[in-house]
Nanobody, 119 residues
Framework: QVQLVESGGGLVQAGGSLRLSCTVSGTVFSIVMVGWHRQAPGKQRDMVATITSGSTTNYADSVKGRFTISRDNAKNTVYLQMNSLKPEDTGIYYC?????????????WGQGTQVTVSS
């Protein structure tokens, strides 16, 4: 059973930083693509960043240059370093594993962690 467990959210002032962590179990983490999505109040859930098994990264335009996604295969963990945070970064951040060959034909989500950026 694949499980994704996030941690690291909280309240921070604009301009501050936070680092989110997501530990993945139940699969061979080193071969999977994982990522982060976020859902702001009253809005749909959108992709923030993804990282492939080969550590190729992709970012939403709104976070490029401020957020960095990385992975530690020895710890089965993916990170999201968030710098220069803005109030519009506020939302629930979800760790996400999409369907992918040799792993699973379904997607998996973590329970989410709240990030609040005050102005």
């Amino acid at each position: 059973q694949v499980q994704l467990v996030e941690s690291g959210g909280g309240l921070v002032q604009a301009g501050g930083s936070l680092r989110l962590s997501c530990t993945v179990s139940g699969t061979v983490f080193s071969i999977v693509m994982v990522g982060w999505h976020r859902q702001a109040p009253g809005k749909q859930r959108d992709m923030v960043a993804t990282i492939t098994s080969g550590s190729t990264t992709n970012y939403a335009d709104s976070v490029k240059g401020r957020f960095t996604i990385s992975r530690d295969n020895a710890k089965n963990t993916v990170y999201l370093q968030m710098n220069s945070l803005k109030p519009e970064d506020t939302g629930i951040y979800y760790c996400y594993m999409p369907p992918q060959p040799l792993v699973s034909n379904r997607e998996y989500w973590g329970q989410g962690t709240q990030v609040t950026v005050s102005s």
